[in-house]
């Protein structure tokens, strides 16, 4: 079997998707070894995508919205990868209709007829379909609980957000199920580490959130942890949310805009397509969520106002 280091972006949906592909990885006659988390703050994406930034080869990546010529494989979700697929590449398979990567490995996988039969397979692509495609309104759950969770799932997917921890992708591939990830005592820790901030972190919150009009809040956290979804809560009639937020774990400031996935706003996001606003200022993502992210403050306010004036002109058509 031939060796890959497989790569994933280092958050809920990065974790799940490198779960399966080094199942699928294995079925396809690869030795497959983690080599860690990839993220955009990590380095220039320009080197990054001319293949100047350090991998182990051959490589795989997955759930990271740049790709490099030099990658054997790559899966994505996101908004379209800038630069075609080289020769080097042997399987690059992007579909950014699905709501996860992990649905595209697990289409790929279904396609060429694959068979993954995994116990804990059933779980792990129901939540990443929900919270990376924001579905928590369809399972009941409100915008409180993706800032201050009770569900031990979401509680993981918070917490990996903020700092990659080997160990609950580690157990995933084992088989483990979330609840019992949950339960390692240095998970429980981290949980615990993390709600205990959540109280003061909404306070600080309701300060810097503000409504810009009848359908948008604007927001500037650089000094305040960030939760996506916070806008919703202090203002659940709104449709849109853009701001600044600055990442304390990797240094840079990034521009952040979602819809409120508790409303009917899909007439709306036809109009706006937020991953190809924001690729046209060195970021991307979804139809209803993307990021921007900025090495200074100064930089991030000027693409700030460019972004969000861009959205409110698209609004008015």
């Not at 759950?141 to 080997?166: C, G, H, M, S």
Request: charged letters at 30%; aromatic letters at 12%.
């Amino acid at each position: 079997m031939k060796k890959i280091y497989l790569y994933y972006h280092g958050d809920f949906d990065g974790i799940a998707s490198a779960y399966l592909m080094f199942h699928v990885l294995k079925k396809i006659g690869y030795h497959p070894e983690i080599a860690g988390e990839v993220h955009y703050g990590m380095c220039d994406m320009g080197a990054w995508r001319k293949g100047r930034v350090p991998i182990k080869k051959p490589a795989c990546v997955v759930d990271f919205s740049e790709y490099r010529p030099d990658l054997e494989i790559y899966f994505d979700h996101h908004s379209n990868p800038k630069g075609k697929k080289s020769k080097t590449t042997k399987i690059f398979y992007h579909d950014p209709s699905k709501q996860s990567c992990f649905e595209v490995i697990l289409n790929f996988a279904k396609k060429k007829k694959i068979k993954i039969d995994l116990k804990n397979l059933r779980e792990v692509e129901k939540w990443a379909k929900l919270i990376d495609g924001a579905l928590y309104y369809k399972y009941g759950l409100p915008p409180i609980e993706t800032i201050k969770p009770k569900n031990p799932v979401i509680q993981l997917a918070l917490i990996l957000n903020r700092k990659n921890i080997p160990v609950i992708l580690q157990r995933l591939i084992n088989g483990s199920s979330f609840e019992e990830i949950s339960k390692i005592p240095r998970i429980q820790k981290e949980i615990k580490d993390y709600l205990k901030k959540a109280d003061s972190d909404l306070r600080n919150l309701k300060k810097v959130i503000k409504k810009h009009d009848k359908r948008i809040v604007i927001y500037n956290t650089s000094n305040i942890r960030w939760y996506r979804f916070a806008p919703f809560h202090f203002f659940p009639e709104s449709s849109l949310a853009v701001g600044i937020a600055k990442s304390k774990k990797r240094g840079r400031y990034y521009v952040k805009a979602s819809q409120n996935p508790w409303k009917n706003v899909m007439p709306l996001m036809r109009k706006i397509k937020l991953g190809e606003i924001f690729k046209r200022y060195g970021g991307g993502g979804h139809d209803y969520v993307a990021s921007s992210s900025r090495e200074s403050k100064k930089d991030a306010q000027e693409k700030f106002k460019r972004i969000l004036e861009e959205i409110k002109t698209k609004l008015e058509k």
